[in-house]
């Protein structure tokens, strides 16, 4: 067997425990429907959210949920189609009311991280401990590479997934992280995430503003990175490495823009690992 087909026979039973074997869980709020897969626990550990960023929703985090440490109860969710930062915040929090979850820890990755930060900074009281991969507080770098908000409202969403499809499915398979990428990429976008969902996401990109710091003290935000993300912009790395720089950080080699999904084996061992150094407060 070639590490093509040993990598993505792997990643293939992730994805099928994910959406297979783990009820799809719907909860309405008032802003819309989010839908949520939850790897519950017997114990009494602090949930933790899952935010994904543009590509792929919840379905990125696959390889984690299959490696989730037993005293985590991750919740993997898709947000409903908003595409205003504010909203986004007023439903998150409408989303743990449902749930019946007054604090919680909070996992973003790339545009996830961003939003997490938000809600942490309307709601401070809500969050206890916050992991950012791969993100940033402040897309303007990034945004001028983009078409205009007003661009992005008028395209056909059908066409923006296909471009986003081809170029995650056109990069090489050089090594085991591409591979996992390109393998879940191609099972997501499109048959899981929606040219309508895919395009809300966008809109809520070219949206965001700039954060300020979150209140949280240094030592209850993480930090995962690669240092050589072909996504994120270096300045937009640099600067929010800069604003926890007191955090507890690792760059993990070949993690791209996803290291959740690209060294999962890692990722997994580093974020379990800090949960479990970095107690939870009970205020």
Known sequence: MTIHESVSAEVERDLKTYFSATPLLTVPTEDGLWTIRRRETSGSARPLLA??????????FCSLFARCDTQVELICADAPLLSEVDTMI?????????????????????????????????????????????????????????PSIDAIAASDAAVLLNKARISALSAPGIDAGSIRLQVVMATLLGPHQTAVQFKARMELLART???????????????????????????????????YAASEHHAIPRGGHLPVVQQPDTFARLLFRWLRNTPFTTH
């Not at 954060?211 to 930090?223: A, I, M, W």
């Not at 050589?228 to 790395?237: A, F, I, K, N, S």
């Open 90 to 146: 007023r439903s998150t929090a409408q989303l743990l009311d449902q749930l019946d979850i007054g604090r919680i820890d909070l996992l973003g990755c790339s545009l996830g991280g961003y939003l997490a930060q938000a809600f942490a900074m309307a709601h401070p009281e809500r969050v206890d401990r916050l992991v950012l991969s791969n993100s940033f507080y402040d897309a303007s770098t990034y945004l001028q590479t983009l």
């Open 209 to 243: 503003y700039p954060l300020p710091r979150t209140p949280l003290p240094d030592e209850r935000v993480l930090l995962i990175d690669d240092s050589h993300d072909p996504v994120l912009p270096r300045p937009m790395r640099q600067a929010i490495r800069a604003r």
């Open 51 to 60: 935010l994904p960023g543009i590509q792929g929703g919840s379905g990125i």
